[in-house]
């Protein structure tokens, strides 16, 4: 075309020619650039909110106030009116000329309240009497119905129930002595305030009676007068707080329209972290509060306790034989058994606590099978204190038996020295029937050791065998070396000792 080339940048000249367009677009279209510039500006709901916020007015707050202080103005204007109203009534005081209407009623009130108080002094002092009377009096059977009870015979409990009755009686008296001054003086009191009060004239007391109606008429006609302005401002007041409690209640209503809208939005969020606390509460706890139901736990807290182990109450007493015998001292049985309770004590600490799942099961398996243990070792101990009692007593009676045969042996060794000493013997078979160990008695003069030999003899002159000594700890035995044929060696066979032979 023809003006294809009048604006080309490729050419010289043509920078120029682009400056100048730039120029005239900024300023035949500035106006409509910034127009479109504030048309894209985002919307900024903070910025919104704090417009809202500047054009709050405070008319209607202000206006608020201002009607409650009208309304305490005007109520207090009121009130003052009323007030000033009841203190201007007028009274004829040319009715109560006659009498004195004040005089009198304030007299007659005083006498009445003297009487009351006499009265109720006296009603006081007669129930105390009565008190202290019931309690001799209770104390009295206590004692009587203890005496059936008691050991004593017919007569003595006759007597002793007597004597209570006795003393009893006394008491009441003394309290009636101690108390009936006073209850005379407080009737004679009464008496005199009724005298009193029956000598005013029953006249004057009529006139009193009319005026007084007269000022109670008065009184009760500023009662309804009252009655009247305090039900005007309840109504004001009751319409007030209806119209409180109306906005109150729309308020009520948006805010749980609002609460559920947020939550309809909100939902699946809360539902997730509810489900989520829910969770980790529930990891918490089983933290703190584990199942235990493995094959090696389960039958463990299935259990069922031990019979009898509720009533177990701790070990027994302790046994003395024990510390005789250096097993154990009652130091040392006072701190097991302060171990065993201070185990107690700890395990229902714990038990306080409400655990969950496996741990309360546990606590009662501990709980049971602690006690089971402490009481099957205080069995142990008891049948270890048993057994050392029984031991001692078989020791007792062997050591006796003991002394009882050493006490025989005694004799028999004095017999058989006298025997010895007059015969003029060195021995004699005790025992012949084992040949290799025949126990053999030897004079204690002579001195025999192993190996050497004795020959036996029935009689004097009748020969029967031969022995040689093998032993003499605890008595003198031998082995028989040879007999003479169709003879054997027989008890209380006499003994030759050789005493230079032997091997």
Not at 28 to 37: A, D, G, P, Q, S
Not at 306 to 332: H, K, N
Request: aromatic share 6%; net charge negative; hydrophobic share 40%.
């Amino acid at each position: 075309m023809d003006n294809d080339r009048k604006v080309n940048p490729s050419e010289p000249g043509s920078e120029r020619s682009t400056d100048i367009v730039e120029r005239s677009k900024m300023v035949f279209l500035r106006e409509i650039v910034n127009e479109f510039k504030r048309r894209q500006q985002q919307y900024d709901l903070e910025t919104e909110f704090a417009k809202t916020k500047r054009n709050r007015s405070v008319v209607i707050p202000l206006a608020v106030v201002g009607l409650i202080l009208i309304f305490g103005v005007v109520v207090a204007g009121v009130t003052r009116y009323i007030q000033s109203s009841s203190l201007a009534i007028t009274v004829d005081i040319d009715d109560f000329a006659d009498v004195n209407l004040r005089d009198i009623l304030d007299e007659a009130q005083r006498l009445q309240n003297q009487l009351e108080v006499a009265q109720r002094e006296l009603r006081d002092l007669q129930e105390q009497r009565d008190v202290q009377i019931r309690q001799f009096e209770r104390a009295r059977d206590r004692e009587i119905g203890l005496l059936a009870e008691s050991p004593l015979g017919s007569a003595a409990r006759t007597a002793r129930e007597q004597e209570l009755r006795n003393e009893a009686e006394q008491q009441i008296a003394a309290v009636r002595v101690e108390t009936e001054p006073a209850i005379q003086e407080l009737q004679e009191r009464i008496a005199d305030l009724q005298d009193r009060i029956a000598q005013y004239d029953s006249r004057q007391l009529e006139q009193a009676r009319e005026q007084e109606e007269i000022l109670n008429n008065q009184q009760r006609l500023f009662e309804l007068e009252m009655a009247e302005v305090r039900d005007r401002y309840e109504r004001q007041i009751e319409r007030l707080t209806s119209d409180y409690e109306r906005e109150i209640s729309e308020l009520e209503q948006f805010q749980a329209e609002f609460e559920r809208t947020i939550r309809m939005r909100h939902s699946e969020e809360l539902a997730r972290l509810r489900a989520r606390h829910a969770d980790e509460i529930a990891a918490l706890t089983l933290s703190f509060n584990p199942r235990m139901d493995g094959e090696a736990l389960q039958p463990l807290l299935d259990a069922a306790p031990p019979a009898g182990i509720t009533a177990f109450t701790g070990p027994g007493p302790f046994r003395p034989v024990l510390q005789e015998e250096g097993a154990a001292s009652p130091g040392d049985y006072r701190a097991v058994q302060r171990q065993y309770e201070d185990f107690l004590l700890l395990l229902d600490r714990m038990r306080a606590i409400p655990f969950q799942n496996s741990v309360p099961p546990l606590l009662e398996q501990l709980d049971f099978r602690a006690r089971d243990l402490v009481r099957q070792y205080d069995r142990i101990w008891r049948a270890l204190g048993d057994s050392v009692q029984e031991r001692d007593g078989i020791i007792a009676r062997r050591d006796e038996t003991i002394e009882n045969q050493q006490l025989a042996i005694d004799r028999y060794n004095f017999s058989l020295n006298e025997l010895s000493r007059f015969q003029g013997d060195t021995g004699y078979v005790i025992d012949p029937r084992d040949p290799e160990a025949v126990v053999v008695y030897v004079n204690p003069i002579l001195t025999v050791v192993p190996g050497m030999v004795g020959y036996v003899f029935r009689r004097d002159d009748e020969f029967v065998g031969t022995i040689r000594f093998t032993g003499g700890a605890g008595g003198f035995t031998a082995r028989v070396e040879e007999t003479v044929e169709e003879l054997e060696i027989r008890a209380f066979d006499k003994v030759l000792i050789e005493v230079q032979g032997g091997e």
